[in-house]
């Protein structure tokens, strides 16, 4: 049941965003004028300083969000025509703090949205035990109410109720920020290993510039008003910033920072200025 979704026929697949703004009610403009493709199994991270527009941007895929100006496209399709509520249960979203349903067990909570796109409960429970075990859950954790698990445990939980209904994209707003690092790290190694086995197309809002390295394969750093200081690969953004705003964000003026790549075994990792290991590359 949990298998890849292949969508590779033609037109511009994924998510595109076409100089979406969006000005809130008392004036704020989150987001002046963005523009940026999101490839069909591409993960694209978000980051940038508070208050960038991070959470603006993502919110637009899903329709939490509706931008002021411009369009967000899914395969071709604007977002605005789709029904918000089957829109909603078509994408997978990891909010910032889990937001797990306090009164429903770690089961019914990873079953909830497959039950409401009409799955049997039993079927539905059934799947929630084989994505419970994919983010690498015990089964003895099931029963349980998310108050009982640790911040790591409920953020996998999450992450497996947002896979439930197999959604070719998943949107995740700093979905490891409130963990500590060492948990954080083991959560992003099992997103990895995740994504190599589903290839979803996954958009991810991060603070955290190791992690956007670590986690994307296309790292868009925002400024203020949602205004794209520079976006391409980690190693072109490490290789060449764009500007010192993106230099002073990727920390490469940090003293003993100063993050590199190197080639390892056929592998490209990240290094920082003492040649601690800060992420792999693919
Ligand atoms: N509902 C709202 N009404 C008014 N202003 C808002 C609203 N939501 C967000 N903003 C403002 O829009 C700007 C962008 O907010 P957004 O949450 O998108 O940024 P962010 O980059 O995700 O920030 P953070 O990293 O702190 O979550 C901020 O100035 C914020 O205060």
């Known amino acids: 049941m949990v298998e890849a979704h292949r969508h590779d026929s033609g037109g511009s697949v994924g998510i595109e965003f076409k100089h979406v703004g969006k000005t809130y009610a008392d004036g704020t403009v989150a987001v002046a004028d963005f523009?940026?493709?999101?490839?069909?199994?591409?993960?694209?991270?978000?980051?940038?300083?508070?208050?960038?527009?991070?959470?603006?941007?993502?919110?637009?895929?899903?329709?939490?969000?509706?931008?002021?100006?411009?369009?967000?496209?899914?395969?071709?399709?604007?977002?605005?025509?789709?029904?918000?509520?089957?829109?909603?249960?078509?994408?997978?979203?990891?909010?910032?703090?889990?937001?797990?349903?306090?009164?429903?067990?770690?089961?019914?909570?990873?079953?909830?949205?497959?039950?409401?796109?009409?799955?049997?409960?039993?079927?539905?429970?059934?799947?929630?035990?084989?994505?419970?075990?994919?983010?690498?859950?015990?089964q003895s954790l099931a029963q349980r109410y998310p108050a009982q698990l640790s911040g790591g445990q409920q953020q996998r939980v999450a992450v497996a109720r947002a896979l439930a209904s197999d959604p070719n994209i998943?949107?995740?707003?700093?979905?490891?920020?409130?963990?500590?690092?060492?948990?954080?790290?083991?959560?992003?190694?099992?997103?990895?290993?995740?994504?190599a086995e589903l290839a979803k197309t996954i958009v991810i809002v991060t603070h955290d510039i190791d992690e956007a390295f670590r986690l994307a394969d296309d790292v868009v750093v925002l400024r203020a008003g949602g205004v794209v200081a520079q976006a391409g690969s980690p190693q072109s953004i490490l290789a060449s910033p764009a500007d010192d705003f993106v230099r002073d964000f990727v920390g490469a003026d940090r003293p003993g920072r100063n993050l590199r790549t190197v080639d390892v075994d056929g592998r490209r990792l990240v290094v920082d200025g003492e040649g601690r290991p800060v992420g792999v590359l693919r």
């Open 35 to 138: 523009s940026h493709h999101v490839p069909s199994h591409g993960t694209v991270a978000f980051v940038g300083s508070s208050g960038s527009g991070k959470t603006t941007l993502l919110r637009m895929v899903n329709r939490m969000v509706d931008p002021s100006r411009g369009a967000v496209l899914i395969d071709d399709e604007d977002v605005r025509e789709l029904d918000k509520v089957r829109l909603r249960r078509r994408i997978g979203y990891v909010p910032q703090a889990g937001g797990l349903l306090p009164h429903r067990t770690v089961v019914d909570n990873v079953a909830t949205v497959p039950v409401l796109n009409g799955m049997s409960r039993r079927a539905a429970r059934s799947d929630a035990a084989e994505l419970l075990a994919l983010v690498g859950l015990d």
């Open 170 to 195: 998943l949107l995740m707003d700093e979905p490891f920020g409130a963990v500590d690092p060492i948990v954080r790290r083991d959560l992003q190694d099992q997103m990895l290993r995740i994504q």
